[in-house]
């Protein structure tokens, strides 16, 4: 009976897990071939990464991961949401206090979550900035 119940729980938490994981990357699709692509370790050690798609010089999609905690996923998630349908030169104008707001606000020592946000995005515009550029010094685009 024991064994039973064992394996009962240990098949509800794996059927938990996956349903987790369904619904994370169902909410967060990954963006293939990234036209601007970063990943940045913050202070806390936490890690953020961000992949954009350009099209006509907008973001035309984007997509984002993080190993850090809930504020950390929630604005690195905001940081790709703010930064649709705008121009590189718009994007880098979003900063840590406006990924804040979009958030809704954050604890004093969770601050840094929204700047390694902007910071992981204003990197991934840079990528984007520096294959284009170097893509039209090579006539290729
Ligand atoms: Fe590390 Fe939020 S706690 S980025």
Redesign the pocket.
């Known amino acids: 009976m024991n064994l039973i119940s064992l394996l009962l729980g240990i098949g509800v938490l794996l059927v938990i897990a996956l349903a987790w994981f369904a619904v994370y990357y169902w909410l967060n699709p990954h963006v293939a071939s990234p036209d601007g692509k970063a990943r940045v370790v ?5 890690v ?1 990464e961000i992949s954009l798609k350009f099209k006509d010089d907008r973001v035309s999609e984007g997509s984002s991961w ?1 190993n ?2 809930a ?2 996923f929630n ?1 690195v998630c905001a940081a790709v949401d703010m930064a649709k349908g705008k121009s590189a030169e718009e994007i880098l104008d979003i900063d840590g206090t406006l990924i804040q707001n979009a958030v809704g606000g954050l604890p004093r ?2 601050w ?2 929204a ?3 902007a910071e992981t995005l204003h990197a991934a515009v840079d990528n984007y900035m520096q294959t284009n550029l170097g893509l039209a010094r090579q006539g290729k685009k």
């Open positions: 913050g202070i806390c050690g936490d953020m993080t850090g905690c504020h950390s604005c020592d969770h840094h979550c700047g390694l946000a």
